[in-house]
């Protein structure tokens, strides 16, 4: 039951994720954008450049306040990798019997005792 509720929200945030990509490409672009825009605002000297590159540093800011929904996107993304991460660390490990051979079947058991 535990396998089959990870694996239902797997499908939700994944179904969230794709819903998301556009959005969150776009916000990608112009985060990547602004800091363009901010790099070329730190180097113009002239008043009128600088007045330019904040007036197209407001629309780029803008288009990413619109996009702000993206994030919606990237927490789904994350979720799918702790789902994907919680899914892969169960592993089953198998002793030999105790009367055996071995001699590191104890040093097995103690250790996997230490690690829970």
């Given at each position: 039951?535990?396998?089959?509720?990870?694996?239902?929200?797997?499908?939700?945030?994944?179904?969230?994720?794709?819903?998301?990509?556009?959005?969150?490409?776009?916000?990608?672009?112009?985060?990547?954008l602004?800091?363009?825009?901010?790099k070329?605002?730190?180097?113009?000297?002239?008043?009128?450049?600088?007045?330019?590159?904040?007036?197209?540093?407001?629309?780029?800011?803008?288009?990413?306040?619109?996009?702000?929904?993206?994030?919606?996107?990237?927490?789904?993304?994350?979720?799918?990798?702790?789902?994907?991460?919680?899914?892969?660390?169960?592993?089953?490990?198998?002793?030999?019997?105790?009367?055996?051979?071995?001699?590191?079947?104890?040093?097995?058991?103690?250790?996997?005792?230490?690690?829970?």
């Amino acid at each position: 039951m535990k396998k089959f509720l990870l694996f239902i929200l797997a499908l939700i945030a994944l179904i969230v994720l794709v819903a998301n990509i556009g959005p969150m490409i776009f916000l990608g672009a112009s985060l990547f954008l602004l800091y363009v825009i901010f790099k070329q605002f730190m180097k113009s000297t002239s008043t009128g450049g600088k007045v330019m590159w904040v007036i197209l540093g407001l629309i780029v800011l803008s288009i990413a306040v619109s996009n702000l929904y993206a994030l919606i996107g990237i927490a789904a993304a994350y979720c799918l990798y702790v789902l994907y991460k919680k899914c892969n660390n169960e592993k089953e490990i198998t002793f030999n019997k105790p009367g055996s051979d071995d001699p590191f079947t104890n040093f097995e058991r103690q250790w996997a005792d230490l690690n829970k």
